[in-house]
């Protein structure tokens, strides 16, 4: 324990009752995990005695909950007794805290961090390092080896496999545990994991990952593509001006802990204001529609899409006539389409004269002066000046988003008004280009296998999208379809906030669900005014956080080499192309659970899914900074192994405190089966052998099927500095002792770094970098030097002493009340008065110009930018290096909803790492489905579910029978971090019950992810299974619930608490059945974060992983996790 | 002084860290007996109703009026309290209480012996935090509630303080009560009812 001196005024000892006492004298005296034992007597009664309580600490957490709230930790003899939380009572600026702001600031936690202690003294804690000596995931092959030992060989390793492979073989996984922590952990900034993880820099570079597993498909999508941007959105913009508010399945009460109040509050303010409604469109009415909704339209999983198509057709009904004709009170701005909106509906190609921006050089004179754009359109290509001008690619009349929606339907042929009340310079223009064009004409994308398509989605493109489809589709009447698309297209209902889920960016189409969102608004006009918001998670509005320390840990670390950026989710497939000729039949790898490639295909190298930055694993050739070298044909150039390139893949994991490695992705079954038949890591020295490592605090799934197993620290037992998310960055002392040989990351790597220089002088020096410049300099040091910086000077630390510091470091954020006043953007307004010019001034236009600023895209970038509209880059991230930018399509310079760009960028992603494939067909990536038609198209299209479970499941025999078949989800409740907390007993009881038992029938506390008896070192484990008391068959055992509605369950002759087995061709697990009206019927709610313990002989997932159930098959366009995605058949188990 | 809770039902987010910071504070472990109890209630007409509640230290206690072993008893402040030593774990304060809040743990949840107590696992309830009532703090369960939807206080002040809240009854809120039990014990328990909502 860290003994730091208890302030002054602080009472070292707490009067608190009898009861209290008898607890902390059991704990001083415990050597099990047994704590807290409940004594009862004569509490009540009001006699006291004084225990020791040490200390009362302020600390948080740092695992990835989507919050830092506060809590107190009251400790006695190191150990912690129990929790308290936030009950700041004045803000710094003076004022009381109350809760009738919806921008309070109480830091109040929430069940997870009051449930710690039970986390912290679990039996099944990891002490000492293992080894795997026996098969991958053996329970019985764990030797236990001395910390220091195991971190020489996982140095030795890396250093065999990163010099023959390069650093490109090396992969810091996204992992989570540790997330919140940059001088512990991950996150973007932290040691090990994340984009820029600075462990992997030092030990040589690493193979980074683009973006993460819970929104790849949001961020992916970003907002260049359709231009769309969010106004701001905060509980006063809710409180004071939203009409309605429009929960796309959100979660956030349950995931965003800090913000629940801001919401709660908020709508509660929103509601006394009359007109005002909350809808909630879900499968499952998750705790945040119960508390905060008005309304809950019930809609079939994954069909968002078809609804929205729904509600844009009744809007375009409601505008037209079908003679084309514009109706007289038209549902949408005609005017704001034909002349913002590129590719609602069918448009000539023209060219735009956009201007050019002052360059200037380095001395700062002037060598290209700018020329102001215009806007001014033509339709040949200009031969003045044509940089000044950009080309915008013609809409072709059955691909316009419209015609998709009204299919065969006829009232799109009207033409383009020249003159008269609706025309628009746009439409005058158009028309005078081609007399005969016309807004839109039945749907025309190609389907070569005709009507013999197994495709469900390409049968319909002809099909008018009518309400009455999307309602087949969805399961939401027609009239409530009607009534949500004019809550949209009428300004009299705006603002209208949306937010979506992480689930929808999870999903198998969540990249399409975006852009269906985006496209809807911009039609519908749903944005540029206070309110109009697509987001998230708001929370309350509040003043900068005061005293946040300065910590700065003065560092040099080196660059990351120039390197491929995977997808986030395709480390596996880069596995599978390092080691594609050690993965057949013979040596285990059946690839049974990944129907849709076969062994052929992973022996082959054929990257997965082509391929989201795998085919550019390869080892690359570096100039002496580091950098990729570019061959005169625009590509980086390859190292040779003779002729052939070096499969580098992906050879060498750290897993620092994550799941991923199987749990957290899709698919354990299939990772297993890799893990299984490749040889284990063996000699530290033979650099042809996966490794695989994880740090952890307990033997969860990933470290069970690694080759080398660190024990770490958590909260509470490791220093850190953790920003509260209502209030400044703090400084947390470790409190609790740590059990065996844990260490936390910064001592983990501070270790590793020397364990490395010791076989590579070129690492020498760098442990004593990592420290801030001083050997072993620990954190809790460097807090005090910037401690001693911030109370010299002026602010809120000033003259404090370390100790009163310690004693309450939190400062909550000061709320800011002030009323806020509804406006318009700027781009609004002006968009708003362009349409209204006369014809002479509409060719100003003053939203059109090009930003020049660079991003990952380059060169390219000035023709595509929407500035004005956004400046956040594409998403793609990693796949935005193009070997030929220049046949990138121009930018329209307005809103889009038909984006070419957005099937080049696919098709051509990567492209500048593929010179080594010949044939110049592999290169970039495929944008073909297993008919030869586009996997990418340029509009938001709705692709039904069922096409994405054919392919990913092997063929349309393959799907779970039609008599039994349910569509599940995985939501987060609030009771897992992802699948921290899994083995949390305070918790698990909330979410496991026996079979046939209530709720909180769960009672497998301290047979759940034990360890067995601790072996000496050098010896062999026994090591149970994870849900021993399953294992054993006891009636205690507990199952994850799934929740399933209650008539759906009587046609399956299932009652609540029945066992029941849920499988497809993925996978199967066990559960025990919730029945609740909270699901639509032919839905399973089967919530995230469980842990995989497949049963050894019959391979049933007893743990209640929902990703046991999921395919590999990522989602379309960002090739992200599809983890919300799985059909399947449910049935009772008899015991 | 009468001791009550308030809820607000139309705050509540069903998300049990009243539940979980009770187990903690009065050091009940893992295991089916928790003091405080939050579900989410579905009624027939398509109805989702949250409810977070532990004891209601009722005016007429039917646990009180049945303790043969007088192990139950009430404070001056309202508390229904239970001195476990003298509980000879009849049961019958289980069965009377409408709301099903005595619970008695087995011995995995309750391992050791309780010196002196007549019986191996007595009888346990919510206390009210009498602990933290004594010294000056609000109950644990209100200190925790990140939706501000607890309050406590005497009985006819949180009546003016939240002129929205009814008493706990039958009529209203029959999810809360056990099936074929009176409600004549004077639940100190006031809430604010949630609105219903429509869903097609």
């Known amino acids: 324990m860290k003994s730091f001196d208890l302030l002054s005024n602080f009472k070292s000892k707490l009067s608190i009752t009898r009861r209290g006492f008898l607890q902390g004298a059991l704990v001083v005296g415990a050597s099990s995990a047994v704590i807290g034992c409940a004594k009862f007597d004569e509490e009540t009664s009001g006699k006291k005695v004084e225990v020791p309580i040490d200390a009362i600490v302020y600390g948080s957490t740092g695992h990835n909950c989507g919050a830092r709230c506060i809590t107190k930790a009251h400790v006695s003899n190191g150990r912690i007794i129990k929790f308290t939380t936030d009950d700041t009572a004045t803000y710094t600026d003076g004022k009381d805290v109350s809760a009738d702001s919806e921008n309070c600031t109480q830091s109040r936690a929430c069940a997870k961090c009051r449930g710690y202690k039970h986390r912290l003294y679990h039996p099944g804690r990891l002490k000492y390092a293992l080894k795997q000596t026996k098969k ?165 999983p994954y069909t968002d899409v078809a609804l929205m198509m729904g509600m844009l057709y009744h809007m375009i009904e409601n505008t037209f006539e079908t003679t084309g004709e514009i109706k007289a009170n038209p549902m949408l701005d005609v005017k704001y389409l034909d002349t913002m909106v590129y590719g609602f509906f069918a448009s000539p190609a023209y060219w735009i004269h956009v201007g050019v921006k002052e360059v200037k050089d380095k001395d700062g004179n002037v060598t290209t002066a700018e020329v102001k754009a215009t806007g ?117 209902n705006h603002p209208v906030a949306s937010t979506w889920a992480g689930g929808q960016t999870k999903q198998a189409e969540g990249v399409i669900t975006f852009f269906a969102m985006h496209s809807m608004m911009l039609i519908s006009k749903v944005w540029g005014e206070t309110g109009n918001v697509f987001d998230r998670a708001f929370g309350g509005s509040r003043k900068g956080a005061e005293g946040n320390l300065p910590v700065n840990i003065p560092r040099e670390i080196p ?149 080398y197993v660190f024990p770490a620290t958590t909260n509470w037992e490791q220093e850190d500095i953790l920003g509260i ?179 080049w960028r696919y098709e051509n992603r ?51 029978p039609a008599e039994n078949r349910f569509l599940l989800t995985t939501t987060h409740d609030r009771y897992r971090v992802h699948s921290s907390q899994a083995e949390n007993p305070y918790l698990r009881e909330l979410t496991h019950r026996t079979v046939g038992g209530d709720l909180y029938s769960g009672d497998d506390w301290n047979e759940y992810a034990l360890l067995g008896a601790e072996p000496a070192e050098g010896n062999k484990y026994s090591i149970p299974r994870l849900n021993k008391a399953i294992a054993d068959k006891k009636l205690n055992a507990t199952y994850s619930e799934i929740w399933m509605n209650d008539s759906d369950a009587d046609k399956k002759g299932i009652r609540d608490g029945d066992l029941v087995e849920v499988s497809n061709v993925i996978g199967t697990v066990h559960c025990v059945a919730r029945l609740s009206k909270r699901c639509v019927t032919g839905f399973l709610g089967l919530h995230q974060g469980c842990w995989y313990d497949p049963d050894p002989e019959t391979g049933v997932d007893v743990g209640g992983n929902c990703n046991t159930l999921m395919a590999s098959r990522p989602s379309r366009v960002d090739h992200g996790n599809a983890q919300q995605s799985a059909m399947v058949s449910i049935k009772r188990v008899v015991v | 002084m009468r001791y009550a809770f308030y809820f607000d039902q139309s705050r509540c987010m069903s998300c049990n860290t009243c539940s979980v910071a009770c187990k903690d504070w009065h050091g009940v472990n893992p295991g089916a007996v928790r003091w405080r109890k939050v579900n989410t209630h579905e009624t027939d007409d398509g109805g989702f109703f949250n409810l977070s509640m532990s004891c209601n230290h009722c005016e007429k206690p039917a646990c009180l009026e049945v303790c043969t072993a007088g192990a139950i008893y009430k404070r001056a402040d309202g508390i229904v309290a239970i001195d476990r030593s003298i509980c000879q774990k009849i049961e019958d304060c289980k069965i009377m209480c409408p709301y099903d809040t005595p619970q008695f743990a087995n011995n995995k949840q309750e391992p050791d012996e309780i010196v002196g107590s007549f019986t191996r696992h007595p009888m346990q309830k919510c206390d009210f935090c009498a602990d933290r009532i004594d010294n000056n703090e609000s109950p644990i369960c209100v200190a925790s509630c990140p939706a501000h939807a607890l309050d406590y206080g005497d009985f006819d002040e949180l009546k003016v303080k939240y002129p929205d809240a009814e008493q706990l009854t039958k009529g209203k809120f029959p999810y809360a009560y056990k099936p074929e039990t009176d409600d004549n014990t004077g639940p100190s328990m006031l809430i604010k009812k949630r609105k219903p909502f429509t869903s097609e």
């Open chain 1, 376 to 492: 001014e359109i033509v339709f040949a290509e200009p031969s003045l000046n044509p940089e000044q001008y950009n080309k915008v690619d013609a809409v072709p009349a059955g691909k316009a988003l419209a015609s998709y929606i009204m299919g065969n339907g006829d009232c799109l042929g009207g033409t383009y008004d020249e003159t008269g009340a609706n025309a628009t310079y746009m439409s005058a223009k158009f028309i005078s280009a081609n007399p005969s064009i016309t807004r839109g004409a039945t749907c025309d994308y190609p389907v070569t296998a005709g009507t013999g398509t197994t495709y469900m989605y390409k049968r319909d493109f002809a099909t008018p999208k009518t309400p009455a489809w999307a309602s087949a589709i969805t399961g939401i009447s027609e009239a409530k379809i009607k009534e949500l698309a004019e809550v949209y297209a009428k300004p009299e």
């Open chain 1, 725 to 903: 998310s209502l209030g400044n960055t703090i400084y947390v002392p470790a409190v609790s002792t740590a059990p065996g040989e844990s260490k936390a990351p910064y001592d983990f790597t501070n270790e590793l770094l020397k364990a490395y220089a010791e076989i590579d002088p070129r690492k020498s020096g760098l442990a004593t970098d990592f420290t801030g410049g001083v050997a072993d300099k620990s954190l809790e040091r460097h807090t005090k030097d910037a401690f001693t910086i911030a109370s010299s000077k002026e602010g809120i630390l000033q003259g404090k002493t370390w100790d009163e510091y310690l004693k309450n470091p939190f400062l909550p954020r000061v709320p800011n009340d002030s009323e806020i006043t509804k406006s318009k953007s700027k781009l609004r307004i002006k968009i708003d008065n362009y349409i209204d010019l006369s014809d002479g001034d509409r060719i100003v236009t003053p939203f059109i110009k090009v930003d020049t600023s660079t991003d990952s895209s380059k060169n390219h970038n000035q023709s595509v930018n929407l500035v004005g509209l956004s400046n956040a880059g594409y998403g793609d991230m990693g796949g935005g290096e193009f070997s030929n930018p220049e046949t990138a399509p121009d930018s329209p310079a307005r809103f889009t909803v038909y984006s070419p760009m957005f099937v």
């Open chain 1, 136 to 300: 991958r995931g053996d329970l019985s092959g764990f030797v236990r080896m001395s910390y220091d030992t195991a971190l020489k060989e996982v140095a030795r390793k890396h250093k065999a496999i990163t010099d023959k492979y390069g650093p490109e073989s090396f992969h810091s996984l996204y992992a989570c545990g540790t997330i919140a922590s940059s001088w512990q952990g991950g996150g973007y900034t932290g040691i090990w994991t994340g984009m820029n993880g600075i462990g992997g820099r030092y030990i040589g570079g690493q193979l980074s990952y683009t973006d993460d597993y819970s929104f790849h498909q949001k961020s992916f999508f970003g907002n260049r593509y359709t231009g769309y941007t969010s106004e701001t959105f905060n509980a006063p913009v809710v409180a004071q001006h939203v009409k309605n508010l429009v929960l796309w399945g959100s979660n956030i009460l349950s995931t965003v802990n800090e913000k629940a109040y801001s919401w709660i509050r908020s709508v509660e303010k929103m509601k006394e204001r009359s007109g005002t409604k909350v809808y909630f469109i879900g499968p499952e009415f998750v705790d945040t529609g119960v508390t905060l909704a008005d309304e809950w339209i019930k809609i079939k």
């Open chain 1, 910 to 960: 990567y492209s500048k790492f593929h010179g080594y494939l010949a044939n110049s067909a592999d290169r970039g990536m495929k944008n073909k489905d297993s008919e030869g038609d586009p996997l990418v198209y340029p509009i938001p299209m709705y692709f039904n579910y069922e096409d994405y479970f054919m392919d990913a499941y092997g063929g349309v025999d393959k799907l779970p």
């Open chain 1, 559 to 707: 660059d990351n080499p120039g390197s491929p950026v995977i997808g986030c989710t395709q480390w596996l497939s880069g596995i599978k192309f390092a080691f594609g000729d050690k993965l057949t039949v013979e040596n285990g790898y059946t690839g049974e659970f990944v129907p849709d490639h076969t062994v052929t295909d992973v022996n082959d190298r054929n990257a997965y899914f082509d391929d989201s930055g795998v085919k550019s694993l390869v080892k690359w050739k570096r100039d002496d900074k580091g950098k990729l070298i570019t061959d005169a044909n625009g590509f980086y150039e390859w190292d040779k192994d003779g002729t052939n390139p070096i499969y580098s893949g992906v050879r060498f994991i750290l897993n620092a405190g994550g799941n991923i490695l199987i749990n957290q992705h899709m698919n354990p079954n299939d990772s297993r089966q890799v893990y299984e038949s490749l040889p284990l890591s063996g000699d530290p020295d033979d650099a042809e052998t996966l490794c695989l490592v994880s740090l952890d605090n307990f033997l969860s799934p990933s470290p069970r099927w690694c080759d």
